[in-house]
């Protein structure tokens, strides 16, 4: 065994020693919030909630048996809350953030894998890149982009035509969704074509993306909880030395693959572009709309507090592909998914989007930037499909300081006592249901769980208004809400509307004799039967004629 690895071991031990005592002599400010039991003192209930099969189940569950606020139990069975409660949320998102705060294990891991970009800051910096990137995502910006959203997804309909002109015939519907996504930010974000569409090649660079959230979804939930202390383990270049020791196939060297092809291309992207940046305004006047264009223009201009280190900008690009790629294709994938669940819902959008597009000869024109974001019944299924199956079913929070988390009703504690706030500690992490929030039955009705696009169609019950979710969108925490809010969330709005626009009119979707299964990752994903993880999603795809 090597010194390394005793190191290690070490401080394994050293960590479940603790945790063991804490278990043994401690007591929690939780004990008396309800919860279900723990079902591994190892793992307490973390396994069933990231179970990609059952977490739809068990999540599902404490909702229905807990309420609005429950206990689960973490790492070596360290107490958790877990809620949707709209009052604590809006203390977690916006009043009170600072105190609640990404997880050291994300931060840690974002920034080992992709640099100091958006996600994986916090503090000052991370305030800092939001001013610089916040005007970069905005209307004017969306508006100037739309005609190379159209351009892109006109390959899109030339590459699935040529594949079903001879009739109706199965595709992996997922896929040309993620190729789409790729190079709608590719060519929107950074002026950079990953994948033109026009023929099937494996890019390294798309496959690593691709391949990020479910390769890091196989790491061990011990190494992830200790990789903030094992990263603090000697300089960068010993602890890359130590994952080369790795043995080849193994997730350490698969993730350390994928990190180096995405910082490699990540650099190359943003050195083209500020080459064709100093070339002066003519260059910028051909290529200079795309968003990373816009973004070198404002840092050359920033106050020096403000801007970006070189270190920063290249982070943002790994950033800015994770964050659109997976989360945008994988929506249009449901989406279509569900149009073709219910074709009677897919007709009456297609009709709305052939009228909208007519040119008045009966030819289909491309729609501008206000025209597709104000087509009503195409904004009623985007929203609806968000509101029902967000892409992101939970995200976690760590106490930074001892506080008061307050809640929007009481509940009852196990002693019989009515709870109206409960106490946090530092360190503590929190759980907070997405999907539980954008279905509460308390706000949306009894039917909250049902896909009804025209719920939007009509006034939403009061309820939703008097909830004040935090979200940035909607009343719904999809893109959840506050200083840490997704910030691309128009542009993934913009992508989803012109690639339904596009399709719509001219393909049906019906489902394959496969079935299809959702799973539970850190972005849901689509896979075929039972047992497969592959993500894939084949529907039929016939074409429609005039």
Not at 22 to 41: H, K, Q
Not at 357 to 384: F, H, I, K, Q, S
Request: a neutral charge.
């Amino acid at each position: 065994m090597s010194s390394v690895q005793q190191l290690l071991g070490c401080l394994a031990a050293f960590y479940v020693g603790w945790r063991i005592l804490r278990f043994f002599v401690g007591r929690s400010p939780l004990d008396n919030i309800p919860g279900p039991a723990s079902e591994s003192f190892i793992s307490g209930n973390v396994e069933k909630i990231m179970d990609p099969r059952e977490s739809w189940y068990y999540q599902r569950g404490l909702v229905e048996r807990y309420g609005r606020l429950c206990t689960i139990h973490g790492l070596f069975n360290a107490k958790w809350l877990y809620t949707y409660d709209p009052r604590a949320l809006q203390s977690i998102y916006i009043k009170d953030q600072d105190v609640f705060e990404e997880t050291d294990m994300l931060i840690t891991s974002f920034k080992l894998l992709t640099g100091p970009g958006l996600i994986s800051t916090l503090g000052d910096q991370h305030r800092r890149q939001r001013k610089m990137l916040n005007p970069v995502f905005s209307a004017k910006h969306l508006r100037g982009m739309t005609p190379i959203f159209n351009a892109i997804t006109h390959n899109l309909l030339d590459a699935i035509s040529s594949r079903v002109e001879k009739g109706t015939k199965e595709i992996d519907v997922l896929g040309w969704m993620g190729r789409t996504a790729l190079e709608l930010i590719g060519q929107g974000g950074f002026g950079y074509s990953f994948d033109p569409l026009t023929e099937d090649k494996a890019d390294d660079f798309a496959e690593s993306v691709k391949a990020f959230f479910p390769v890091t979804a196989q790491i061990p939930m011990a190494i992830q909880q200790l990789l903030p202390w094992l990263v603090r383990i000697g300089p960068a270049s010993f602890r890359r030395k130590v994952v080369e020791t790795a043995p080849h196939g193994t997730v350490t060297q698969r993730m350390k693959h994928i990190s180096d092809i995405m910082y490699i291309r990540s650099t190359e992207i943003v050195n083209e572009k500020k080459a064709a940046l100093a070339k002066g305004d003519e260059a910028l006047k051909e290529r200079g709309k795309d968003l990373m264009s816009v973004l070198l223009q404002a840092n050359l201009t920033a106050a020096a507090e403000d801007r970006l280190t070189d270190e920063e900008v290249i982070a943002q690009v790994s950033g800015f592909v994770l964050a659109a790629m997976d989360t945008t294709s994988n929506a249009l994938s449901r989406v279509l998914h569900l149009l073709a669940m219910h074709p009677h819902e897919q007709q009456k959008l297609r009709e709305e989007l052939i009228a909208a597009r007519d040119d008045g000869t009966g030819n289909l024109r491309d729609l501008d930037y206000d025209e597709v974001m104000e087509l009503p019944y195409l904004d009623a299924v985007c929203r609806e499909t968000l509101r029902r199956y967000s892409p992101v079913r939970a995200v976690f929070r760590v106490v930074r300081k001892d506080a008061m988390l307050p809640l929007s009703a009481p509940i009852r504690g196990l002693d019989g006592s009515l709870i109206n706030a409960v106490p946090v500690t530092k360190g503590m992490r929190i759980a907070t249901d997405i999907e539980a929030s954008n279905c509460n039955r308390e706000i949306w009705g009894e039917d909250a769980y049902e896909w009804k696009p025209e719920r939007w169609l009509e006034p939403l019950p009061p309820a939703v208004d008097d909830a004040r979710i935090p979200g940035v969108y909607s009343h719904l925490m999809t893109f959840i809400g506050g200083s840490r809010s997704c910030i691309g969330f128009k542009f993934s709005q913009l992508e989803m509307k012109i690639v339904l626009a596009m399709l719509l009119p001219a393909f049906k979707f019906e489902l394959s004799d496969q079935p299809i299964f959702w799973n539970a990752a850190g972005v849901t994903y689509p896979s075929v039967g039972s047992y497969s993880t592959k993500p894939e999603m084949p529907l039929k795809v016939t074409m429609i004629t005039a």
